[in-house]
T-cell receptor, first 114, second 106 residues
Framework: DADVTQTPRNRITKTGKRIMLECSQT?????MYWYRQDPGLGLRLIYY???????NKGEISDGYSVSRQAQAKFSLSLESAIPNQTALYFC?????????????FGPGTRLTVL | LAKTTQPISMDSYEGQEVNITCSHN???????ITWYQQFPSQGPRFIIQ???TKVTNEVASLFIPADRKSSTLSLPRVSLSDTAVYYC???????FGTGTRLKVLA
């Protein structure tokens, strides 16, 4: 969905480096999410945020941190990247106010850790 | 958190109806069942949501029995472009599972 953008789209880095993935949305949604997807597998939730002051750990938060700088921005950091964090990362948003649980996903960031 | 369970893969021919079933053995009483479609290297796209009984939209139907322990996504008259991975998701758990890889054959 063009209303949810992720930068960078592709990134290659080395073990031990700090990496930040950024997500921005123009949908005006309160809720934002970070997922990772490994080849052939489903998505796993890393962190989620229901508003600027709310941050929650997901299924696999170890090795990651997040920052909700504004309603529209939610960034994911890998403090010290390791090879098994090589994956496709997706940001998503949803809107509590509509009564729908639909999540809108960004195009993804392909991260390779060497 | 218990994950949903769905078949790993399915094959179908163009024009056929496809039904994909998901089990929800530990669904919360207030939770919704949602289904997503994902093409390679793209984010998942919402298809349909339901709580109980039957819901239909322009692309699919969703059947949920009274005990809500399962759900069935029905895709009428599939085409080659419906080849994708389909995920069921209990909305409030944010757990996608491994999905069902649907391949539509000509």
């Amino acid at each position: 969905d063009a209303d949810v953008t992720q930068t960078p789209r592709n990134r290659i880095t080395k073990t031990g480096k700090r990496i930040m993935l950024e997500c921005s949305q123009t949908k005006g949604h309160d809720r934002m999410y970070w997922y990772r997807q490994d080849p052939g597998l489903g998505l796993r939730l890393i962190y989620y945020s229901f508003d600027v002051k709310d941050i929650n750990k997901g299924e696999i938060s170890d090795g990651y941190s997040v920052s909700r700088q504004a309603q529209a921005k939610f960034s994911l950091s890998l403090e010290s990247a390791i090879p098994n964090q090589t994956a496709l990362y997706f940001c998503a948003t949803s809107d509590l106010g509509t009564g729908s649980n639909e999540q809108f996903f960004g195009p993804g960031t392909r991260l390779t850790v060497l | 958190l218990a994950k949903t369970t769905q078949p790993i893969s399915m094959d179908s021919y163009e024009g056929q109806e496809v039904n994909i079933t998901c089990s929800h053995n530990n669904i919360a009483t207030n939770d919704y069942i949602t289904w997503y479609q994902q093409f390679p290297s793209q984010g998942p796209r919402f298809i349909i949501q339901g709580y109980k009984t039957k819901v239909t939209n322009e692309v699919a139907s969703l059947f949920i029995p009274a005990d809500r322990k399962s759900s069935t996504l029905s895709l009428p008259r599939v085409s080659l472009s419906d080849t994708a991975v389909y995920y069921c998701l209990e909305a409030y758990k944010y757990i996608f599972g491994t999905g069902t890889r649907l391949k539509v054959l000509a």
